[in-house]
């Protein structure tokens, strides 16, 4: 591994399908309200991707990276690395990266997904600085996204989940830099699988973990145990921010900005409250959006891109927790 190259986040871009399903909608479809909802979640609407007519996991995540690579001023063709974060591919092969890649025209180069539920992205970015300091690689594209509404029961069974979850894409393009001080500073990456049975989604009765809860209805949608998924995020989630900033010897006011999956407002405002960070270095977009999976924290940090609050110099920590369980945190210097 080089300590003489340093890695650079050159552009950004994201992709959110057209439609919108807002609370309003929900109401309709299932025994919620919208003041329900807001009171627990922040959510006021969500992007529901139209699969019948081509609005893919690939398809977004390639208007997303067309962006990134724009904004980097690279060509598809300079990438040498494509990683996409997913958990909802548009089959079970081929991949999401290689669907990309050739939509993008990528060359033959390495098209990999990884699916660490909502933490992919983080888990991702840490891979990709590791693998450009390595000296293998120049240019590497990195992807979050997930059309998790497929997912979703929209019958007056689903409630709980159904009412969480977005769909949408974002990318990063990350560059080899001359500076070794500019890229990953600290991260962490971690999973209890001890956990699982309290989010997942099953594809058949072997899957559940406890066959008393086996019902046909429920295959292939999302299961989540609410209250103990809630518990897990304010504990890890604040566990995850305090140890990276231990570990790169930096306190919250060092940083500029969390980018944080957005799950739950509330999960968020007890992290700021607990470290007093300012909301203007956290921002929140769940209420728009929803908890879109791998795409949250990069949908975040391109909002952030555009609307010109990410600077040169400033450190950026990217923070997540999903299924799994899965957390991890990525502290960057830009």
């Given amino acids: ?52 007519h081509g609005e893919t996991t690939s398809v977004l995540g390639a208007v997303a990276l067309r962006k990134a690579l ?97 769909d949408g894409a974002a990318a990063v393009v990350l560059k080899r830099d001359e500076d070794p001080g500019v890229g990953m500073l600290a991260h962490r990456m971690h999973s209890d699988g001890h956990g699982a049975k309290h989010l997942y989604i099953p594809s058949c009765k072997a899957d559940f973990p406890d066959e008393s809860e086996y019902e046909e209805h429920k295959i292939n949608h999302v299961q989540m145990n609410g209250q103990a998924v809630f518990k897990f995020a304010v ?25 944080c999956h957005q799950a739950n407002s509330r999960i968020l405002d007890a992290a700021r409250d607990r470290f007093g960070i300012p909301e203007s270095k956290l921002l929140v977009n769940i209420d728009k959006y929803g908890n879109t999976v791998a795409a949250s924290v990069p949908l975040v940090f391109d909002e952030l891109v555009q609307a010109g609050r990410v600077e040169r110099g400033q450190r950026v920590m990217f923070l997540a927790f999903g299924a799994g369980l899965t957390w991890a945190s990525s502290l960057w210097q830009l």
């Fill in 1 to 52: 591994m080089s300590n003489t190259i340093g890695v650079r986040i050159a552009g950004s871009g994201a992709k959110l399908p057209d439609r919108v399903l807002t609370n309003k909608d929900l109401e309709s479809m299932m025994e919620t309200s919208d003041e329900w909802i807001v009171k627990r979640t922040g959510i006021h609407e969500r992007r529901r991707a139209d699969l019948e």
């Fill in 70 to 166: 724009d904004q980097a001023e690279l060509s598809a063709e300079e990438l040498d690395l494509l990683l996409v974060a997913t958990m909802t591919s548009d089959s079970p092969t081929p991949s999401v990266a290689c669907l990309v890649a050739r939509e993008v025209g990528c060359r033959t180069i390495g098209a990999i997904d990884l699916n660490a539920a909502c933490s992919g992205f983080v888990y991702t970015m840490s891979i990709a600085d590791t693998m450009v300091r390595s000296g293998a690689y120049k240019n590497v594209g990195v992807i979050g996204a997930d059309t998790i509404t497929r997912h979703m029961d929209y019958s007056t069974r689903g409630r709980g989940a159904s009412i969480l979850f977005g």
């Fill in 235 to 259: 504990s890890k989630f604040q566990e995850v921010i305090a140890d990276t900033l231990e570990d790169a010897g930096l306190s919250a006011d060092d940083v500029d900005h969390f980018v």
